[in-house]
């Protein structure tokens, strides 16, 4: 999907006036093709993106090269800016004298550097940022911002000529996420002019170009291209792009570590693109297989011993295994940070999980939740019923973490009872569903909580690797409005099960990227592997708790046989399956 056009602000003061019936906004997009790999380590720390500035006069080749570098790269995710967004709003005496051809929109002081500046860095530090919106027609920002979050790429739309006095230190510019895998671009996000932006750059180019050369391409384009008169093109050269040029982008070449001819200049795109190659090689996160590893006997391992318990490989997995299973208790095999619903009969586990014969035929009566819905042989309308009774049984136990404070009401009795409310902000909690199999907990989190906003967030294994990937974020809308809003909201992820623990590292990442607290996310699943990603997610991320109704023993590494091919799996043993796919009754079940 093409991004929308808008028209640009030299552009209006250029043409005829305008009549103001209807007002034209830049849009902003994230365009994605492919998942986004992990952008921070096992410690949940997030790394910094890897940022280029590409500076230049109009029409020098700024744009082309830009281009060259993304279609050489290829690249995954692209975040679709327009920079037009950061004009800063006119008086009433300036937007009359933009109307008659008179502002100079290539002075530097037409750009709002320090809004620019602070987009700038959160996207450096990864974070979700709010764009401006301006309106052309008024001259005026506007009440609405555009939310913009996880792009390998971020491409400025618009690159207008008339930046020419902005253009070198804004122009073009690739922003690369640390994280992502190969690819990563930018063009249009100012640079060499401005120090504190030129201070955000890990690698700032310039490209030079012929004056003549860019005013015989500017003639082409604004002719051609925006049907413009070439006495009006020329006379705003003269009077506006030729000087900006002059006095505020050729000068800025010296900050440049590269400098690229603005014509054949294949052979400086390769270089670029080898060393943008190069760093983020450097870059590539693979934790899954990283957190696997650690738990194995003998490993750097981010378990802890347990008197009484050994851990061990049993056929190809990691188990726990109590020496003298009397002198252990469940929670004494977890962290602190994860809570176990109390195991009554309701909801009994097999006690011998490193028994997977025996331990899944013996079923008690079929009394226990968990030995049903372990049970292959459970009807799927069954497992359903089953799965949403215990998912409203988990989110119960995580709104018993949250804070509560006392509220004292009137009985139909007209007595006073002293009861008590969540010590949560109004309508700031929220769930936020890790897809596909997180969405089964969604029933019980609505049966719990009337009319709760719910998000989700698209988290897809690698096939190859078992990485996991990002496809999409659509969270609810108190946590995108802005950091403050977000500060101040609880989330409840949801996800059936935690094995290694990597869709766990990436969501929670993701919620912490947007400001949220720590200690405001409560983790909700349905099973746990003891040898697993809990372990990853304290030493990560200790303030976030996690509620479950059961905890395993085992974690395996699988290939699992598909109409794809192979695919890589981690799974918990003796386990429940593929929850996902017995909730959603895929072909497989």
């Known amino acids: 999907?093409?991004?929308?056009?808008?028209?640009?602000?030299?552009?209006?003061?250029?043409?005829?006036?305008?009549?103001?019936?209807?007002?034209?906004?830049?849009?902003?997009?994230?365009?994605?093709?492919?998942?986004?790999?992990?952008?921070?380590?096992?410690?949940?720390?997030?790394?910094?993106?890897?940022?280029?500035?590409?500076?230049?006069?109009?029409?020098?080749?700024?744009?082309?090269?830009?281009?060259?570098?993304?279609?050489?790269?290829?690249?995954?995710?692209?975040?679709?800016?327009?920079?037009?967004?950061?004009?800063?709003?006119?008086?009433?005496?300036?937007?009359?004298?933009?109307?008659?051809?008179?502002?100079?929109?290539?002075?530097p002081d037409s750009f709002d550097y320090d809004k620019l500046v602070e987009c700038v860095r959160d996207m450096k530090e990864c974070r979700s940022v709010h764009i401006p919106n301006y309106s052309f027609v008024e001259h005026q920002r506007t009440d609405e911002t555009t939310y913009l979050y996880g792009a390998n790429v971020i491409i400025g739309e618009h690159l207008c000529p008339r930046w020419r006095s902005l253009s070198a230190f804004l122009d073009t510019r690739l922003i690369i996420p640390a994280a992502a895998i190969p690819h990563s671009a930018v063009e249009g996000i100012f640079v060499l002019?401005?120090?504190?932006?030129?201070?955000?750059?890990?690698?700032?180019?310039?490209?030079?170009?012929?004056?003549?050369?860019?005013?015989?391409?500017?003639?082409?384009?604004?002719?051609?291209?925006?049907?413009?008169?070439?006495?009006?093109?020329?006379?705003?050269?003269?009077?506006?792009?030729?000087?900006?040029?002059?006095?505020?982008?050729?000068?800025?070449?010296?900050?440049a570590d590269i400098i690229v001819p603005g014509a054949n200049n294949e052979r400086s795109v390769d270089m670029i693109v080898s060393h943008v190659r190069r760093q983020l090689s450097e870059r590539r996160r693979e934790l899954r297989g990283t957190l696997y590893k650690e738990t194995a006997p003998g490993g750097p391992s981010s378990v802890p011993s347990t008197p009484g318990v050994e851990k061990c490989e049993h056929e190809g997995g990691l188990y726990y295994k109590a020496r003298d299973q009397g002198e252990v208790s469940e929670q004494e095999l977890l962290p602190d940070t994860v809570h176990l619903i109390k195991q009554t009969a309701q909801i009994k586990v097999s006690a011998d999980p490193l028994d997977r014969g025996d331990a899944m035929t013996d079923h008690s009566g079929m009394q226990g939740i968990h030995t049903l819905l372990r049970d292959v042989e459970t009807d799927p309308e069954d497992f359903i019923f089953?799965?949403?009774?215990?998912?409203?049984?988990?989110?119960?136990?995580?709104?018993?973490?949250?804070p509560y404070r006392?509220?004292?009401?009137?009985?139909?009795?007209?007595?006073?009872?002293?009861?008590?409310?969540?010590?949560?902000?109004?309508?700031?909690?929220?769930g936020v569903s890790i897809l596909r199999s997180g969405a089964s907990l969604e029933k019980g989190l609505r049966r719990v909580v009337r009319d709760v906003p719910v998000g989700s967030v698209l988290i897809q294994s690698d096939t190859k690797t078992g990485e996991p990937l990002l496809y999409q974020v659509s969270?609810?809308?108190?946590?995108?409005?802005?950091?403050?809003?977000?500060?101040?909201?609880?989330?409840?992820?949801l996800d059936s099960q935690i094995g290694t623990g990597a869709a766990a590292l990436m969501a929670v990442r993701i919620l912490l990227d947007h400001g949220v607290r720590e200690e405001n996310i409560v983790f909700c699943c349905i099973l746990v592997s003891k040898v697993g990603g809990v372990w990853a997610l304290k030493r990560a991320f200790p303030g976030v708790r996690i509620a479950c109704s059961a905890a395993d023993n085992g974690l395996e590494e699988r290939w699992e046989k598909g109409t794809d091919g192979d695919k890589k799996i981690f799974t918990i043993l003796p386990g429940?399956?593929?929850?996902?796919?017995?909730?959603?009754?895929?072909?497989?079940?």
């Open 193 to 255: 002019y401005d120090k504190n932006l030129r201070d955000l750059l890990d690698l700032k180019i310039f490209v030079q170009c012929d004056s003549d050369l860019m005013l015989a391409r500017r003639l082409r384009r604004d002719l051609v291209e925006r049907g413009r008169d070439a006495a009006g093109v020329l006379d705003q050269y003269l009077r506006f792009v030729k000087p900006a040029f002059d006095n505020f982008i050729q000068p800025t070449n010296r900050f």
């Open 386 to 402: 089953l799965a949403n009774r215990l998912s409203t049984l988990v989110i119960e136990h995580a709104l018993s973490l949250l």
């Open 1 to 107: 999907m093409p991004p929308a056009t808008s028209a640009t602000r030299s552009d209006a003061a250029s043409a005829a006036p305008v009549q103001p019936v209807v007002r034209s906004l830049p849009k902003n997009l994230v365009l994605t093709e492919a998942g986004r790999s992990p952008w921070y380590g096992l410690d949940g720390k997030p790394s910094k993106a890897y940022i280029i500035g590409i500076g230049g006069g109009s029409a020098s080749g700024k744009t082309r090269v830009a281009q060259e570098v993304l279609k050489s790269l290829g690249v995954p995710w692209v975040l679709v800016v327009s920079q037009d967004n950061f004009y800063k709003t006119l008086s009433p005496e300036e937007s009359a004298a933009a109307r008659a051809n008179n502002h100079d929109f290539d002075s």
């Open 406 to 430: 006392e509220k004292r009401i009137e009985t139909p009795l007209d007595l006073v009872y002293a009861g008590a409310e969540l010590d949560v902000p109004e309508g700031h909690l929220c």
């Open 475 to 493: 969270l609810p809308e108190i946590l995108t409005t802005s950091f403050e809003s977000a500060e101040k909201s609880t989330a409840l992820l």
């Open 576 to 589: 429940l399956g593929s929850f996902g796919d017995r909730y959603f009754r895929s072909d497989h079940y």
